[in-house]
């Protein structure tokens, strides 16, 4: 029987050469240093159970996958193609949105008439399409716990409601949303740098018991 420690390896390689990381890249998401990611991969260690579930989290898989034999490469290639169906299912709920805006826009310029003051600003919606875009990809990115992804489409999400308020509401000053939106914005950095390090400290103090 494989030994643990050449199956991990093994699994370990193929997951990381998938997702187009190398060592290093691997090392900084796990906070570990290379060298150590190295010796995982030649089979001379095995990671405790903490940084075993790090790493499964990260390529979405089970700790008991990383452990066992999958008769090669093609069982892992099924992972990462699973993997992979995440970002077509994002892809193909962003699409259907713009279906949406596409259908809404040319269904209300067929049925209101030119005279009706709604019909000059009918371009609005592809704003809207817009913000329920980065809705789509911040739920998302919250469900599948992607920081990073998560931190830039809150963020994107933020700056195209300010524009869409901003063009909708035709009022003078209507631009000083844009300053409301800034101290968001600072709070929503600091909020995911603190969920970040909160998380870096935790694997830490797991890792010295």
């Known amino acids: 029987m494989e030994k643990i420690e050449n199956i991990f390896a093994k699994n370990l390689i193929i997951l990381r050469k998938k997702n187009n990381l190398t060592q290093v890249n691997l090392a900084e998401r796990l906070n570990y240093s290379d060298k150590s990611i190295s010796k995982w991969e030649r089979a001379e260690a095995i990671p405790d159970v903490v940084v075993l579930k790090q790493i499964a989290d990260l390529f979405n898989v089970t700790v008991d996958y990383l452990i066992t034999d999958h008769n090669g490469e093609k069982e892992v290639e099924k992972e990462v193609k699973l993997i992979n169906s995440k970002g077509f299912v994002l892809a193909l709920s962003i699409v259907l949105v713009w279906v949406v805006v596409m259908v809404a826009y040319f269904l209300f310029q067929a049925l209101l008439p030119e ?58 000053g209507a631009w000083l949303i844009y300053l409301v939106a800034v101290p968001i914005q600072v709070l929503l950095i600091i909020w995911f740098v603190f969920v970040k390090l909160k998380k870096v400290r935790k694997l830490r103090l797991n890792k010295n018991n």
Request: glycine content about 2%; aromatic content about 20%; hydrophobic content about 55%.
């Open 115 to 172: 005279t009706f003051a709604v019909y000059n600003y009918l371009w609005l919606l592809f704003i809207y399409g817009i913000v329920f875009t980065f809705i789509t990809s911040t739920v998302f990115f919250s469900v599948w716990r992607k920081n990073v992804c998560n931190c830039i489409s809150t963020s994107c999400l933020l700056w195209s409601v300010a524009l869409a308020l901003h063009l909708s509401l035709m009022i003078k």
